[in-house]
T-cell receptor, first 114, second 118 residues
Framework: NAGVTQTPKFQVLKTGQSMTLQCAQDMNHNSMYWYRQDPGMGLRLIYYSASEGTTDKGEVPNGYNVSRLNKREFSLRLESAAPSQTSVYFC?????????????FGPGTRLTVT | AQKVTQAQTEISVVEKEDVTLDCVYETRDTTYYLFWYKQPPSGELVFLIRRNSFDEQNEISGRYSWNFQKSTSSFNFTITASQVVDSAVYFCALSEAYSGAGSYQLTFGKGTKLSVIP
């Protein structure tokens, strides 16, 4: 099993450009999450999807949109990138239904907006 | 609202020393879950342990041990005989029993950077 995969690993954008971060998991998990990690801030939840077909805002959703394409895939879109969105983005998944609340993380995408 | 505090921003120890990473949490829920994650310099986040609020037994896994005390709302992590490979950022996290949307959100502390010096 690959676990949680993310593409791309690195990306540089100019202010105003758009892009989509891709995430896929092969653990048959129902819930998926997008976080951003900034120095000294820990991880902050952007959006999450409790199950296929549902998405909800987290702590810092402004400037982002998400799509839960199917059970495996959950994408994060930046419509008009801003320098404040320079960060490391992590996707995670979990399966609370089986009793495991822990989330499993992808390797991250390092995004720089100039 | 939930909150996780890791007061130690950075810790340095010499190899083979023991080190304890502190984690204090706040929640109004009576049922909740606590976690520790490790983020080595390579950047990935590795799940270490989950504890639920009903189980206050301490846990030991090799050189790692965890001390959960509900009375002080703490879930501390001790590494015995530290090694250079333990150098990483360690995050404590809290999950309420149910978010109301079918998922269980994690609230993370800001992390403690541990440097083990050879």
């Amino acid at each position: 099993n690959a676990g949680v995969t993310q593409t791309p690993k690195f990306q540089v954008l100019k202010t105003g450009q758009s892009m989509t971060l891709q995430c896929a998991q092969d653990m048959n998990h129902n819930s998926m999450y997008w976080y951003r990690q900034d120095p000294g801030m820990g991880l902050r939840l952007i959006y999450y999807s409790a199950s296929e077909g549902t998405t909800d805002k987290g702590e810092v959703p402004n400037g982002y949109n998400v799509s839960r394409l199917n059970k495996r895939e959950f994408s994060l879109r930046l419509e008009s990138a801003a320098p404040s969105q320079t960060s490391v983005y992590f996707c995670a998944s979990s399966d609370p239904g089986t009793g495991g609340r822990e989330q499993y993380f992808g390797p991250g995408t390092r995004l720089t907006v100039t | 609202a939930q909150k996780v505090t890791q007061a130690q921003t950075e810790i340095s120890v010499v190899e083979k020393e023991d080190v304890t990473l502190d984690c204090v949490y706040e929640t109004r829920d009576t049922t909740y879950y606590l976690f520790w994650y490790k983020q080595p310099p390579s950047g990935e986040l590795v799940f270490l342990i989950r504890r639920n609020s009903f189980d206050e037994q301490n846990e030991i896994s090799g050189r790692y041990s965890w001390n959960f005390q509900k009375s002080t709302s703490s879930f501390n992590f001790t590494i015995t005989a530290s090694q250079v490979v333990d150098s990483a950022v360690y995050f404590c996290a809290l999950s309420e029993a149910y978010s109301g949307a079918g998922s269980y959100q994690l609230t993370f502390g800001k992390g403690t950077k541990l440097s083990v010096i050879p």
